[in-house]
């Protein structure tokens, strides 16, 4: 059977790697719906390559130069456009690859419409986990998830009891700033800290790697994902990214997922689960990597970990401050505006002056992002 796919962020690189996956697998999946932001030429390319797609497109002035050079095609935009794309009728699955907070109303709206969710966009998951997750329970939709590592833990604890679980090691390859000293992080500029040492990903998260809060986050978004304590997730950090992560069940053994570093794998899984089949990710060749090296994260030089850590057990509006504050901390870090360290001093700062709410309503959450953003640009 073909699943029908909608891709929310097709301009981007997880949308580029799930276009990938869509062409190796033509029979698999069908692309039904795609979204970018700004980058007009890149959408217009893609949709003449789909033409069955539904297009929305991040303003009123992208949307003309589309429908001009697309006639008779059907063209959305923005916030509203991408709900309507989200809940696409003939749609079985929507995956929502755009960065920060932009995709969690159409995530929201495409579980509503009874549809299959795969998230790369880990920021939704961290600010508003409960309430995706909840989402996904009342309407009977499946989360699957898209993130490497998530994706590694997912396979890891297929057909396991979650009792039976000790503890997910998410594994992080520690960023460009591995081996860095104090006085070496206190001088990183936007260009050092783009150069991730094993992916190639958007600038978004090529920051959030080099701070580790990439890894913070993702230690949120999996508390959400296999709802699982905070204190039962432990990272460590592994150079090559050939491990993706790993699951320690109680009688001591550790299952791990293994591939190559290329997207493609996770999300192909998430495309076509619970079905394997043979696509674009090329094989691993395990003895041309020689070794596997781990090590413990240097948590009193990266404190991402430890701030994620008290975010998450202590849930209710805190990961959503977190994650607003980091989002916008990465913006004035690459407009030169902030030091790398200001990053983790702004997202401190920000945890510790918006009033926190322990079970709050989504525009409660909204209300904390807001409020979080203010004090990092103030
Ligand atoms: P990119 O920056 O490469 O792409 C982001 C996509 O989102 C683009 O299509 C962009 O459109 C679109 N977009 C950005 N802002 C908006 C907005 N306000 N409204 C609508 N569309 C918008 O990011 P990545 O692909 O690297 O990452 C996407 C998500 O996946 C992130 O949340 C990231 O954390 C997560 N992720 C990424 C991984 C990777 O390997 N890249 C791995 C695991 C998770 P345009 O470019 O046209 O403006
Ligand atoms: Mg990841």
């Keep these: ?43 217009l390319e893609i949709a003449r390559e789909f033409p069955a797609a539904r297009i929305c497109t991040g303003d009123e002035l992208g949307a003309a130069t589309l429908r001009s050079e697309l006639p008779g095609r059907e063209v959305l935009h923005e916030a509203d456009g ?5 809940s696409t009728p003939e749609a079985d699955l929507v995956l929502v690859a ?10 929201l709206r495409a579980l509503e419409t009874d549809k299959d969710l795969a998230v790369a966009s880990k920021e939704i998951l961290v600010m508003a986990g409960e309430q995706v997750m909840a989402t996904a329970e009342r309407m009977g939709g499946r989360v699957l998830p898209v993130d490497s590592e998530h994706n590694a833990v997912f396979q890891c604890l297929e057909g ?9 090691i998410l594994t992080c390859s520690g960023g460009p700033f591995r081996k860095a000293s104090a006085a070496d992080l206190a001088m990183v500029t936007p260009e050092q800290a783009l150069r991730h040492p094993t992916w190639s990903m958007g600038r978004k998260i090529s920051i959030d790697s080099a701070t580790l809060f990439n890894k913070g986050l993702e230690m949120i978004e999996a508390r959400w994902l296999f709802n699982i304590p905070m204190e039962k997730i432990d990272v460590v950090i592994h150079p090559q990214s050939i491990v993706h992560s790993m699951v320690e069940f109680v ?69 959503a401050v977190l994650n607003a504050a980091n989002e916008s901390a990465v913006e004035a870090f690459l407009a030169g505006r902030l030091s790398f360290i200001g990053i983790w001093e702004s997202v401190d700062r920000a945890m510790n002056e918006v009033p926190f709410v322990q079970h709050p309503s989504l525009d409660e959450l909204i209300e904390a992002d807001h409020a979080a953003r203010s004090i990092v640009v103030r």
């Design 160 to 168: 396991q009891d979650l009792s039976a679980v000790k503890r997910l």
């Design 82 to 86: 991408l709900e309507t794309l989200a």
């Design 251 to 319: 009688d001591g053994s550790i299952m791990a997922q293994m591939s190559s570093t290329d997207m493609a794998l996770p999300i192909q899984y998430a495309l076509t689960y619970p079905d394997r089949y043979a696509g674009p990710c090329a094989p691993l060749d395990l003895a041309s990597v020689r070794r596997l090296d781990f090590e413990e994260p240097r948590t009193d030089l990266f404190p991402a970990l430890e701030l994620a850590r008290r975010a998450g057990t202590a849930g209710g509006t805190l990961p």
């Design 98 to 107: 755009i960065v920060g907070t932009a995709g969690l109303k159409p995530a």
């Design 1 to 43: 059977m073909k699943k029908r796919v909608v891709v929310l962020g097709a301009t981007g690189s997880i949308g580029e790697s799930t276009l990938r996956v869509a062409r190796a697998l033509p029979n698999r999946i069908e692309i039904v719906g795609i979204s970018g932001g700004q980058n007009v030429q890149r959408l």
